[in-house]
């Protein structure tokens, strides 16, 4: 959800995100591993360090347009993993952290998934929302109306860092163990590629399309050496079918399903004739 803010809503093409979900990640482990803090707490701080560097990064990189600050993401991310790897006794550098506590149980996931969900739906729908698409439908003409574009673009980059840090926090929890390595710039391709999938400008389509890919990821585990080869097959299906995405910038809801299955009006034919005209 927070790269498809970013990319899908904003037009911020970025391949550096999973750099914000390691801060999540080490933010959260360290909390709870070293200091004993509830999880809750580290989880909400993980999303908050991501958002503050992410803020911090972007106030400056931002002003690059287009493919300039895409390749400038790469870095950025990699810069934030190798910090990670060569961070000492702090970090455990490329050995990884262990002994994170299970904290992120079904229940857990679930909740955290719905509220952000929410949040996020109320997010663009709001005038915040109209104007970081404003800023991606046409930048130079969003900024003459009078939109202070620069600024929406760091704040929805904010927003998107917080969203990732909550994330690898999550992930910390589940999977009980992190390395550097497991944030590199393969996982930011992979959460570009299914906001792409789903459709740009639909966070429904982001939310199906990591459905998607991961029951296809998961139902071929036994077939591993060929799983990511079913894997890329379903994106290139998807792709030539349609080009837009799963869902293009439509969201699912009672709206589009009513236009997909409900009967069509057919005008009905004026009346020849002076009473008719």
């Known amino acids: 959800m927070g790269v498809s803010l970013l990319t899908g809503f904003t037009g911020i093409f970025s391949l550096g995100h999973a750099g914000y979900m ?26 908050i360090v991501a958002m503050v560097i992410s803020y911090l990064i972007g106030v400056p990189t931002l002003k690059l347009m287009g493919d300039y600050y895409a390749i400038a993401s790469i870095g950025l991310g990699e810069t934030i993993r190798l910090a990670l790897e060569n961070g000492g006794n702090f970090t455990r550098g490329a050995r990884g952290f262990p002994g994170i506590d299970n904290f992120t149980t079904l229940g857990v996931a679930a909740v ?25 439908d046409d930048y130079v003409a969003a900024s003459l109306l009078g939109f202070n574009t620069a600024r929406y673009r760091v704040l929805s980059l904010a927003i998107s860092g917080f969203y990732c840090g909550v994330a690898g926090a999550l992930m910390a929890g589940f999977l009980t163990f992190i390395q550097p390595v497991m944030f590199d710039s393969g996982k930011s391709t992979e959460l570009t590629a299914v906001v792409v999938f789903g459709g740009l400008g639909s966070l429904s389509g982001s939310i199906l399309g990591t459905a998607v890919i991961t029951l296809v990821t998961e139902l071929f585990r036994p ?30 809801g009672p709206r589009l399903i009513k236009s997909l299955f409900g009967k069509k009006k057919t005008p009905s034919k004026a009346v020849e004739g002076s009473d008719g005209l």
């Open 223 to 252: 077939i591993s050496q060929y799983r990511m080869l079913i894997y890329g097959a379903v994106m290139v299906i998807i792709m030539v079918a349609r080009p837009e995405g799963i869902m293009g910038q439509h969201e699912l």
């Open 22 to 47: 390691a801060l999540g990640a080490y933010t959260a482990a360290i909390m709870t591993v070293r200091y004993g803090i509830h999880w809750l707490p580290a989880i909400l701080a993980g999303g």
């Open 112 to 136: 955290f998934f719905l509220a952000m969900a929410t949040l996020m739906f109320f997010l663009i729908r709001s005038n915040f929302g109209r104007a970081f698409k404003a800023c991606r």
